[in-house]
């Protein structure tokens, strides 16, 4: 009978993780209030977590750009029409990959820095000695975190488009020597804003608050010791991964 229990309570766990994950984030944004401190500190992991994170995310946006450019044009130019290629960039670009492609560069690089930075704080009592001086460490330390990744990660979508955008044109006007009246007049007349670009900014916010969630979380609930560290490091990396190709495919279900 208890190896039974056992065995249930396994199966149940990542669904109890997943409610203690809830938990954690309505506890989080209970409290939630807007005042000199936290929006000091909000902006100051803003810096640290977004700022930092921009040069992996505007070279990649950029070769990015390229790559899809000359796949595109290769694609394309079998059916006469590599005139499109800004259409099909654009809208690859602004339903799709950078909101993906950001979501999982942010969640390598700042996802598992939060993770490791509050893991450690617990793992040297930190955390500890903020409860003993009544101090709310879901206050002072997690939600600040995850309103910077809130934030963060729809201006880093941004300026990953732009520079996909901007790798693109280098490639198709610059390189391969496609006209650029046309060039932009495509990506003009057929990026809707309201799917298309609407849909990519709500894609990053969904993903921002997912991936700055696991961090918090994992870095929060992890193992005091260093290989506990490591270990929830490890998670929010692969967990944030796969969620956030989950919702992508849920969500772009809806805006098609």
Known sequence: MSSRLSFVIARLGPIARAGQSLIFLLRM???????????????????????????????????????????????????????????????????????????LLFAGRAGTSVTAEIGLMKATSQIDALELMAIDPLKTVALPRFLAGLISLPLLTAMFNALALLGAVIFSIGVMGLDPGIFWSKLENGILFGQD????????????????????????????????????TTNTVVLSSVLVLIFDFIMTSFFV
């Open 197 to 232: 670009f609407m849909g990519g900014v709500w894609k990053s916010v969904v993903f921002g608050g997912l991936v700055s969630l696991i961090a918090v979380f994992f870095g929060y609930t992890a193992h005091p010791t260093g290989a506990g560290v490591g270990t929830a």
């Open 29 to 103: 944004l209970a409290t939630f209030r807007p005042t000199p401190a936290i929006i000091a500190s909000t902006l100051q992991q803003t810096y640290l977590i977004g700022a930092r994170s921009l040069v992996i995310i505007m070279i990649c946006g950029f070769f990015v750009g390229m790559v899809l450019s000359l796949q595109a044009i290769n694609a394309l130019e079998q059916f006469g029409a590599s005139d499109q290629v800004s259409l099909l960039v654009g809208k690859s670009l602004f339903r799709e990959l950078g909101p993906v492609l950001t979501a």
